[in-house]
């Protein structure tokens, strides 16, 4: 008669080494990229409109710009590597200045009475950006800080609760606390 060993249970460490190598095949780092270009360009202009509605600088759409940069990144790129958070903080960083950039453009146009593309390509970006940076406050770089922070912690995958107990690490499998 032959006899079997029943196999072993797969240790939590190697259940954590298989979700681990799942996750990495699923990440994408063009659509991550893509999404946070377009998340992106949508929070330039959100920035402009909202800054030109109240004729004031909101620090919390830079706060809001990086969370649509960083949301963007995470669903779409399913990133768990630290070059997903780098694309989402960087991408907040160009979002916000664009954004002071399409106001200030935007601004002149109004004042011209120009178009917001016909100023947009009458602008001397040489002055114009050094400018902004130089005419912003402390409190405005601190602002930028913070959503770019947002851009880089938010553009992560986070595990679901199903995919935990999918790949067996669900509390019942979990070595108990200390």
Not at 48 to 71: C, E, F, K, N
Not at 141 to 162: D, N
Request: glycine share 10%; hydrophobic share 50%.
């Amino acid at each position: 008669m032959e006899t079997t060993t029943p196999s072993a249970a797969p240790t939590r460490e190697t259940l954590i080494a298989e979700l681990n190598a799942k996750l990495l095949r699923e990440q994408n780092l063009v659509l991550a990229i893509i999404a946070g270009a377009g998340a992106s360009i949508a929070g330039a202009l959100i920035w402009m409109g909202i800054t030109i509605a109240t004729q004031m600088h909101i620090g919390l759409v830079a706060i809001a710009v990086g969370a649509g940069v960083g949301y963007a990144v995470r669903f779409a790129g399913k990133g768990v590597e630290k070059i997903y958070g780098v694309i989402g903080a960087v991408f907040t960083l160009l979002s916000c200045l664009a954004g002071e950039v399409f106001t200030v453009i935007q601004f002149a146009a109004s004042a011209d009475n120009l178009g917001f593309f016909e100023a947009l390509g009458k602008v001397d970006y040489s002055i114009l950006i050094p400018n902004i940076l130089e005419n912003s406050s402390a409190i405005t770089y601190l602002i930028y800080g913070i959503g770019v922070y947002e851009g880089y912690k938010l553009s992560f995958r986070k595990l679901t609760p199903a995919e935990i107990h999918e790949a067996g690490l669900s509390s019942a499998t979990s070595a108990p606390a200390a």
